[in-house]
């Protein structure tokens, strides 16, 4: 509990910094998960630099993009109602996530090395998956958080959904 208040009054005296850097720290715990359970690389293959690559892309990128994205949805749609719940997610779910993972997905292939034809053929072949799975999990998760999180914790709480969802994205972008 007393890391929990840490967390909260961190979170009130830096909101922005710190829902970056749990973004960053979230979406590197999903790339040791991948790494170690789904691959099973072992700690003597662990590749550090993917995981710096990841923590990287998280502060560098999904943090201020979707915790911005949460400030303008809450500006589009305001209010907490079941109704305003359901309009911000079929708006993250039918807008902002496809564009997300649009550019989420060639942006780890950058950073990992890939030629421009390597990437755009990475994208083709994986996109359409990732945009499936990703409605397999998320409409739920946003309708909840929409409704019950204030604006503040959406951020880390979808980042704590996302430990899995980050582990499957790490592993979905660093698979040739």
Not at 48 to 76: A, E, N, Q
Not at 122 to 133: E, G, H, V
Request: glycine share 10%; with cysteine; net charge positive.
């Amino acid at each position: 509990m007393a890391l929990w208040r840490a967390y909260q009054r961190a979170l009130t005296v830096h909101p922005w910094k710190v829902q970056v850097l749990t973004a960053g720290s979230l979406m590197g715990l999903g790339d040791i998960i991948s790494q170690q359970l789904v691959e099973r690389q072992g700690l003597r293959e662990h590749q550090t630099g993917r995981t710096l690559t990841m923590v990287s892309v998280g502060c560098g990128f999904v943090g201020p993009v979707v915790g911005g994205w949460y400030r303008v949805l809450d500006r589009l749609v305001p209010g907490t109602t079941k109704v305003d719940a359901l309009k911000k997610m079929l708006l993250d779910q039918g807008g902002f996530a496809p564009c997300f993972l649009g550019c989420f997905l060639p942006l780890v292939g950058a950073l990992n090395g890939l030629s421009a034809q390597d990437n755009w053929a990475k994208l083709r072949r994986d996109y359409p998956d990732a945009l499936i799975t990703n409605y397999y999990l998320w409409p739920a998760v946003q309708l909840a958080n929409f409704y019950l999180v204030p604006l503040h914790y959406r951020l880390a709480v979808v980042q704590c959904v996302a430990v899995l969802w980050n582990s499957y994205l790490s592993w979905k972008a660093h698979r040739l």
